[in-house]
C-alpha cells in the first residue's frame, strides 16, 4: 500500500486546512485508517482514526476542531482541521492498518503562526 498525503501549508491560528491521504491499494475499504503527527522534539501521537466502518474517535486535543472521513470510492481519506492553533504545527501521517500490516505515507508539513 503507497499512500500520499497532502494538503498542507501555513496557516494563521483559527485558519483552516484540510489534509488528504490517498491510496494506491484497491482494497481501501477494508482498511483502518489514521492521522498521526509529530512535532518537533516530540513523540508520534495518533490525532484521528477511522475504521473500515467509518466510526471515528480523536485525541483530546483536537476534538471539536478536527473532523476526520473517507471516501472509499476516491480510496482517500481526509482530515479537516479548524480553529487552528499553534500547538497544532507537526509533520501529519497518514497511516493505513489492516492487521498485521501498518503502512505509513510520507508525512505533510502543518505550521500554524501565531
Known amino acids: 500500500v503507497q499512500l500520499q498525503a497532502s494538503g498542507g501549508g501555513l496557516v494563521q491560528a483559527g485558519g483552516s486546512l484540510r489534509l488528504s491521504c490517498a491510496a494506491s491499494e484497491i482494497s481501501f475499504s477494508i482498511y483502518g485508517m489514521a492521522w498521526y503527527r509529530q512535532a518537533q522534539g516530540k513523540q508520534r501521537e495518533l490525532v484521528a482514526a477511522i475504521t473500515s466502518g467509518g466510526r471515528t474517535n480523536y485525541a483530546d486535543s483536537v476534538k471539536g476542531r478536527f473532523t476526520m472521513s473517507r471516501d472509499n470510492a476516491k480510496k482517500t481519506v481526509y482530515l479537516q482541521m479548524n480553529s487552528l492553533r499553534p500547538e497544532d504545527t507537526a509533520v501529519y501521517y497518514c497511516?493505513?492498518?489492516?492487521?498485521?500490516?501498518?503502512?505509513w505515507g510520507q508525512g505533510t508539513q502543518v505550521t500554524v503562526s501565531s
Open positions: 497511516n493505513a492498518v489492516l492487521a498485521p500490516y501498518d503502512y
